[in-house]
């Protein structure tokens, strides 16, 4: 009898992957019926099979679950990349800002202790419209201040600051207030509100502190502009309110100097709502103020008012008496 088993056994393998003809797969299925040996081997390789697909399932399962995790750490990789970008972007913006409130600063101190020749021009604007000019000369120790409101009132201040000598006069009312105290009646370099003045006032920590704070304050805007033909920083704080102001604090800088050129501090409510902003406009000269533009005034031709239990300075804007 001729031994089909060798030859059934190598068909099993085309047998199992489905590519045989039906008419060897009836002739393997026939003889398998009735060959324990070619049975037998049938089946072990039919095992064999299920174990290498289980194997390979269990590492497709692995791969996929692994490339699931390779893709949640780059997207939180780059949720992070973009945070640290974001960061550091902030963190420029911040040192770049608090570079130039720095710079300003010490400009500021430089100018006040350099200049001690100077003419200022100080014009208030008050809704729309000038309401007060005020100029200041010094030279030296002394200095000499002129005012003229929207009215066409004018108050002069006479000082010397090394013999503490100060007289306040009323040119109209021709009365004059001896001071007993040595003010400045406008502060040079100008004040502002966004680099504090060194001194007693304020330590340096607190100074840095101050500035720091404007740094990284979000409603404050720095920004690179050209005013009255010079090159500036605007730096502005928006959205400020008190009581019955509602106002854009705004300081402009010239860069080269450090100078205080235009400020806004607030604006007055007026009764049906509207704001009327409150503007300083400051003009300089150095080095032209002579010995005429700060002479002694002539006290003579006005009236003394001054009282001798009122050692408040006097404020040169109005004398009222």
């Known amino acids: 009898m001729y031994n089909f088993c060798k030859i059934v056994q190598d068909l099993l393998p085309n047998y199992m992957e489905k590519t045989t003809s039906n008419e060897t797969n009836a002739f393997i299925e026939e003889h398998l019926e009735q060959c324990e040996e070619c049975t037998r081997v049938y089946?072990?390789?039919?095992?064999?099979?299920?174990?290498?697909?289980?194997?390979i399932e269990e590492g497709v399962d692995y791969m996929k679950k692994f490339n699931k995790?390779?893709?949640h750490l780059k997207f939180w990789?780059?949720?992070l990349i973009i945070i640290l970008l974001i960061l550091a972007l902030l963190a420029g913006i911040v040192i770049h800002r608090?570079?130039?409130?720095?710079?300003?600063?010490?400009?500021?101190?430089?100018?006040?202790?350099?200049?001690?020749?100077y003419h200022l021009t100080e014009e208030t604007i008050e809704g729309g419209k000038t309401s007060s000019i005020k100029d200041i000369w010094k030279k030296g120790d002394i200095s000499a201040t002129k005012r003229i409101d929207s009215n066409g009132q004018e108050s002069r201040v006479w000082q010397n600051g090394s013999t503490e000598e100060g007289y306040m006069i009323?040119?109209?009312?021709?009365?004059?207030y001896r001071m007993f105290e040595i003010v400045p009646m406008i502060n040079f370099p100008p004040l502002s509100n966004f680099v504090p003045k060194s001194g007693y006032v304020l330590l340096d920590s607190e100074i840095k502190k101050s500035m720091l704070g404007t740094a990284i304050n979000p409603r404050v805007s720095m920004d690179s502009i050209e005013y009255e033909g010079k090159q500036c920083y605007k730096i502005k704080e928006s959205n400020n309110s008190f009581n019955d102001y509602s106002?854009?604090?705004?300081?402009?800088?010239?860069?080269?100097?450090?100078?205080?050129?235009?400020?806004?501090?607030?604006?007055?409510?007026?009764?049906?709502?509207?704001?009327?902003?409150?503007?300083?406009?400051?003009?300089?000269?150095?080095?032209?103020?002579?010995?005429?533009?700060?002479?002694?005034?002539?006290?003579?031709?006005?009236?003394?008012?001054?009282?001798?239990?009122?050692?408040?300075?006097?404020?040169?804007?109005s004398i009222e008496r």
């Open 43 to 55: 089946n072990n390789m039919k095992s064999d099979i299920e174990v290498h697909t289980e194997d």
């Open 69 to 71: 995790e390779v893709k």
């Open 77 to 79: 990789k780059r949720i």
């Open 98 to 117: 608090y570079s130039i409130l720095s710079r300003l600063q010490e400009l500021d101190e430089k100018t006040a202790e350099v200049i001690k020749n």
């Open 170 to 176: 009323d040119v109209q009312k021709n009365k004059y």
């Open 247 to 317: 106002f854009d604090l705004e300081t402009i800088f010239e860069k080269e100097t450090g100078l205080v050129l235009y400020t806004c501090d607030g604006a007055v409510k007026n009764k049906d709502g509207t704001y009327d902003k409150i503007e300083k406009k400051y003009k300089y000269e150095f080095g032209t103020v002579t010995d005429n533009d700060i002479i002694k005034p002539d006290l003579s031709q006005y009236e003394d008012i001054t009282n001798e239990n009122d050692k408040i300075p006097g404020n040169v804007n």
